[in-house]
């Protein structure tokens, strides 16, 4: 799908249009700084790089116009999208709240997770909350802080594998699909049940959820599900084969910077077509996908495991530096397999800069999967730095004819 998406939108008025794709642009860009992207565009399919950025331009009247520009993009190529995934979870989850409209239900409700299939696990409380209790506000915030795993599977484990897909379809995310829990070796019949859970507030029961089953499978027309030479299997033990990805989630570089505008941009789509969250949802988001994690107290982390940089690739890489104090970025990162993707809301308060950056890249030299033998700090991470500040300089630079509101984004975090 090579083509440009062209929005022009403000708080009444929406008006869509679509062009042709610029495919020229970035290339350009990248290949003027050969000292920095060099390697990698002698490579291309080496390292899978796919890049999306959209320039926004305000009027006058603050009306946002979106121009977008594409490198090497293939939503049917596949690249194991980590972590990424969870920034669906965190709205679907928040949308099923709101869908069930049950009366004392929210994110906040005590959520207490059963067990009643094999590999299952219960959750009973959760010693990072304030009250030591889980949540679905809680689960959120880390996610979106620190990408916490278990927190992520709990909110599958809600929302329902069925209703988790049906949703990416209902979105316009045609090219993902979200099929297992992350990091517990979650596949086949297993990810298709979902656990019972139960919602409290104090000693009330509010909602008693049963097991869900979901037998579809979520087929999509993707290349690329075959990689490398081998990989390690579930002993350690070396498999000279190709690594198969067929049965892992999908979430396309395009479908992800959609699912970004929607959030951030809300009011940029017909009603029909925007989330179903609250002021209080999309406050909460915005919250903790922008915060550092040493802003946190609960979940409390440490410095020198979740530094404030830590998740903000796509400008810092993993340099632990101090953040620019004028800068916030809405984020969310995954990191797994040898591949690095960041999707990224960018936001300079100072300069009056804002632009979406969604990229991939991957490095596996070996070619052997499930190893940790991955480059991410000679190939990964300095493309993904290079990459956030080549763009922002020409953000700087091409200036603003006239300077956004980003008030709506300006967020305490004390």
């Known amino acids: 799908m090579r083509k440009i998406l062209f929005f022009t939108f403000s708080l009444l008025s929406l008006s869509t249009m679509a062009q042709k794709k610029n495919t020229i642009f970035l290339k350009k860009l990248l290949e003027s700084k050969p000292e920095l992207f060099s390697s990698i565009l002698n490579h291309p399919d080496k390292n899978q790089v796919q ?101 992520f599977n709990r909110l599958f484990e809600f929302i329902g594998r069925g209703e988790i897909n049906e949703k990416l379809k209902q979105n316009g995310l045609n090219n993902s699909r979200i099929l ?102 999309y406050t909460l988001i915005y919250t903790y996908m922008s915060m550092y994690p040493t802003e946190s107290n609960f979940p409390k982390y440490k410095a020198n495991e979740f530094w404030p940089t830590y998740a903000k690739m796509l400008f810092y890489g993993r340099e632990k530096i101090v953040p620019d104090q004028s800068i916030r970025i809405f984020n969310k990162y995954g990191d797994s397999y040898g591949f690095i993707i960041d999707n990224s809301y960018f936001v300079d308060f100072k300069n009056g800069v804002e632009y979406f950056l969604t990229a991939v890249i991957q490095s596996n030299e070996d070619g052997i999967y499930n190893d940790n033998k991955y480059e991410y700090d000679t190939v990964c991470f300095p493309f993904m730095k290079n990459l956030g500040k080549l763009i922002y300089d020409l953000e700087l630079k091409k200036g603003k004819k006239f300077r956004p509101n980003l008030n709506k984004l300006r967020i305490d975090y004390h």
Do not use: W
Not at 51 to 66: E, G, M, S, W
Not at 119 to 144: C, F, M, R, W
Not at 229 to 241: I, Q, T
């Open 51 to 151: 890049i999306l950025y959209t320039q926004i331009n305000r009027d006058k009247n603050n009306k946002a116009h979106f121009k977008t520009y594409s490198y090497n993009l293939d939503p049917h190529h596949y690249f194991y999208p980590a972590s990424t995934v969870k920034l669906a979870a965190v709205i679907f989850a928040l949308e099923k709240v709101n869908r069930l409209n049950i009366n004392g239900l929210s994110a906040k409700s005590i959520m207490i997770t059963d067990s009643a299939y094999k590999g299952q696990t219960k959750v009973l409380k959760d010693t990072s909350a304030k009250n030591g209790l889980p949540s679905i506000e809680h689960y959120i915030k880390k996610i979106l802080l620190t990408s916490d795993n278990d927190a």
């Open 180 to 281: 297992n829990r992350l990091a517990i070796g979650d596949a086949g019949e297993s990810a298709k049940h979902t656990n019972p859970i139960k919602f409290f507030n104090g000693d009330k029961l509010i909602y008693n959820q049963p097991e869900q089953y979901d037998p579809k499978e979520y087929e999509l027309s993707l290349s690329n599900l075959v990689m490398g030479k081998g990989y390690l299997d579930s002993a350690d033990k070396l498999v000279n084969k190709p690594f198969n990805m067929g049965g892992k989630n999908a979430f396309a570089v395009n479908d992800q910077q959609m699912l970004m505008q929607k959030l951030i941009f809300p009011e940029a789509f017909p009603i029909n077509e925007r989330f179903n969250l609250t002021k209080d949802d």
